[in-house]
């Protein structure tokens, strides 16, 4: 067993029933900061589902494409007939050039009224196919991609304070634990120190602990993301929000991730624990 | 004979300014057993800090075994530090069998488990402690403390042991035994320093050489 590994080994040996409590909260509570990042990744439609959504999403405008061989006069004509209809909010000739470049010709961006049925909305498209130089009717609805995620604001607000408030509650409770370890620790610190070990020694002994609490957490949401993944991956008839967790690439994807990030976050806890050993109650001499 | 410890015109001041070192000059050979004696706060443990590389230096010379201690690189310092015994005052054992504080320190040390086992077992054998090989160091008598503390210092054949009060503490009769450990001690370890704020117990032999610091200077030799 090389120096590190047995003084690695001696310093878990330190760990007490406090300590061990502190870095138990610590482990958890960077689980909790990791299931609240990895939900942000997985409570969001599949693409069937934002397929459909598509479908359902509102209308924003029709675009009635004007065939490029009607004159001015013509185009004023239907601009005014067009206008006059009730189930029009507004309407706007456009260059049809502004939103294609290889287009030529011009369209009306037509806003139909509000809240317009569906009937309603068919008969007006009827119409406007009817009237002459119309080439074609484009429906434009809102972007998809606004309305993709299922979580409310409410939930999305939620999770971030739960980000906040486990990042901060984890090194807090680390600070504690790495205390309580090394008060433990202090006389094997103070032998090392006395008898000629690097720094850098104590150093990666701490990161390495820090990295190790990190690394659990990220294993412990690999497993519970896994697990999860297979109850979601049974269910017949499964609700919109665990679409996400049916897919196997997406849960592997987010655990790797979520395990770097672990192994991040631990070493920042290790970092924490580095600070404390500066204190004059580990130096070798009175 | 060869010099051990070279130390020349070293002055040091505390963080407040109070000079604590004072044109300190001091010779030590190699084999020699010599003892720093002085009141509270004459500088000794801070000599000893130094000669021990735990202290940086601030102004003048210090040679340990030919290596002058102001110009060496951190690595080198390192190097240099594992081959020091050092005891420092009131140094308390860590909360393991007196076995195991040496098994410790020589596992950091880079020793083999096997290797790191029959040095401890002959530490323990040269200072008299090898019955209580397997208590707690922290039920350790006085004298025992001060017996583990000298076993640790010496467990990796150090070529220099710096000893800061050993009799601290401890009966007339008790401070005789540290003597004679330290004489049988010496028997294998050639160079040892002894920091004491006297008087010297009866035991120490009178043809070792005493040093005297007083208000942070040498004064007598």
Redesign the interface.
């Known amino acids: 067993?090389s120096?590190f590994l047995?003084?690695f080994r001696?310093l878990l040996g330190a760990i007490r029933a406090r300590s061990a409590l502190s870095f138990l909260l610590t482990g958890l509570l960077l689980f909790l900061f990791l299931a609240a990042v990895g939900t942000f990744f997985l409570i969001v439609p599949s693409n069937a589902a934002r397929e459909g959504g598509s479908a359902a999403a509102p209308l924003e405008a029709l675009h009635v494409g004007l065939s490029p061989r009607l004159s001015s006069a013509s185009i004023d004509g239907l601009y005014l007939e067009i206008r006059e209809r009730e189930d029009v909010k507004r309407i706007e000739f456009r260059f049809a050039q502004e939103l294609d470049p290889e287009a030529t010709g011009g369209l009306f961006a037509i806003e139909p009224a509000a809240a317009i049925a569906a009937d309603d909305l068919a008969e007006l498209t009827l119409y406007l196919g009817s009237l002459n130089g119309v080439t074609d009717i484009v429906e434009v609805r809102a972007s998809a991609e606004a309305n993709a995620s299922p979580l409310p604001l409410a939930a999305r607000i939620g999770l971030l304070l739960v980000i906040v408030l486990a990042a901060a509650g984890s090194f807090w409770s680390a600070r504690r634990g790495y205390r309580e370890l090394l008060q433990?620790f202090a006389?094997?610190i103070r032998?090392?120190?006395?008898?000629?070990?690097?720094e850098r020694t104590l150093f990666s002994l701490l990161m390495a602990f820090g990295v190790l609490v990190g690394l659990l957490a990220g294993l412990m949401l690999l497993v519970v993301l896994t697990l999860l993944h297979y109850v979601a991956a049974a269910q017949a008839t499964p609700s919109a929000w665990i679409e996400g967790l049916r897919s196997g690439g997406r849960v592997f994807g987010v655990s790797l991730g979520n395990l770097f990030l672990g192994l991040l976050l631990g070493a920042l806890v290790g970092l924490l624990g580095t600070s404390l050993i500066h204190s004059r109650e580990f130096d070798?001499?009175? | 004979m060869a010099v051990m410890i070279q130390v020349s015109e070293l002055h040091h001041s505390s963080e407040d300014g109070i000079k604590v070192l004072e044109d300190v000059h001091l010779r030590v050979e190699q084999g020699e057993l010599a003892y720093l004696v002085g009141q509270a706060s004459s500088g000794k443990?801070l000599l000893l800090?130094l000669l021990g590389t735990?202290?940086p230096p601030q102004r003048g010379q210090i040679l340990v075994h030919g290596r002058n201690v102001v110009r060496l690189s951190p690595?080198r310092l390192?190097?240099?530090?594992?081959r020091i015994g050092?005891l420092?005052?009131?140094a308390?054992?860590?909360?393991r069998t007196v076995q195991d504080?040496l098994m410790?320190?020589l596992?950091?040390?880079?020793n083999y488990?096997e290797q790191a086992e029959e040095k401890a077992i002959l530490a323990l054998e040269s200072t008299g402690l090898i019955r209580q090989q397997g208590t707690d160091a922290l039920e350790l008598s006085s004298l025992d403390r001060v017996r583990l503390g000298v076993a640790?210092a010496i467990c990796?054949d150090p070529l220099l042991l710096l000893i800061d009060e050993p009799f601290e503490g401890l009966d007339p009769s008790e401070r005789d035994e540290v003597c004679d450990l330290l004489e049988r001690i010496h028997t294998g370890h050639p160079t040892i320093l002894v920091a004491t704020r006297g008087p010297l117990p009866e035991a120490v032999r009178s043809d070792h050489r005493v040093v005297t610091l007083s208000d942070g200077a040498v004064t007598g030799i």
């Open positions: 067993m120096t047995y003084v001696e433990t006389g094997e032998t090392m120190r006395l008898s000629g070990t690097a070798p001499l009175p | 443990s800090g735990h202290v690595t390192l190097d240099l530090r594992r050092f420092p005052q009131g308390v054992p860590m909360p504080n410790f320190k596992r950091t040390l880079g488990p640790l990796d």
